[in-house]
């Protein structure tokens, strides 16, 4: 068996094993101790410590000068990434569509003692103006309408309408020396992503690529021209 089918046949079995196991071990509130940090992931909430587009970001986000930056997590989850950024000295906010979330993000900066500003927004439309320095984004990749928030995690609509919005909204809080990065894996459709977004007059650049678990794993900055 060659290599390349190898790979394909193990990401086969992890897709009919490792997904239900994650789907079962999210039904109920979970905790998540990563990078001395303590993190409360309650039922509902995407969990950062089970797919590996989260910690890849946020080891990524943590080799950065971060120290006084205005930082901007869009689409936070249980804030993982946000309290790495907090803990290196960002002024952090952080946002997120799902209630439950948002309200996760809340106690958990309580928990860990580093005080993030947590706004319950879609996209941008419920985040005060202004210009963020950095922002980061673990987005929903796949082409399919959530039939719930949960879901909301995952899916960017059929017509990737989740893009066509970011792409549209996010230079309305950035200037040009501002870093704006986005994580992917190989399993999502980046080429349809990429297309849409010279229409915005964004590009990507690939700033990490690493292999985990047979899966290749990308952090993006993305390049937008004003």
């Known amino acids: 068996m060659n290599a390349k089918l190898f790979r394909s046949l193990v990401k086969r079995i992890l897709q009919f094993t490792y997904r239900p196991f994650a789907i079962w071990y999210t039904q109920k509130d979970r905790w998540f ?39 901007l997590e869009l689409g936070c989850g249980s804030a993982y990434i946000s309290l790495v950024a907090a803990k ?8 997120d569509i799902n209630p439950r979330a948002v309200a ?12 993030i ?3 319950e927004s879609d996209l941008f439309s419920n985040i005060p103006a202004q210009l963020f320095d ?5 987005p929903p990749y796949y082409r399919r309408d959530p039939k719930n928030m949960a879901e909301r995690a995952w899916f960017a609509g059929e017509n990737l309408e989740y893009f066509k919005r970011l ?10 020396e501002s870093k704006v990065y986005m994580c992917a894996s190989e399993d999502v459709d980046l080429d349809s992503i990429q297309t849409l977004a010279p229409n915005y007059k964004i590009q990507f650049k ?3 690529k ?13 390049i937008i021209s004003f």
């Open 134 to 138: 950095m922002i980061v984004i673990n």
């Open 206 to 208: 690939l700033m990490l």
């Open 33 to 71: 101790k990563r990078s001395g940090l303590q993190i409360r992931v309650p039922s509902g909430v995407f969990h950062p410590g089970l797919f590996f587009s989260s910690i890849l970001l946020a080891d990524f986000i943590s080799k950065q000068r971060l120290k006084g930056l205005n930082f």
């Open 167 to 176: 792409f549209k909204e996010i230079p309305t809080f950035v200037e040009p």
């Open 88 to 95: 290196h000295g960002a002024n952090v906010s952080a946002s």
């Open 104 to 115: 996760a993000a809340t106690k958990n900066s309580k928990i860990n003692l580093l005080p």
């Open 210 to 222: 690493k292999k985990i678990l047979f899966e290749e794993n990308y952090v993006y900055q993305l």
């Open 117 to 119: 500003s947590v706004y």
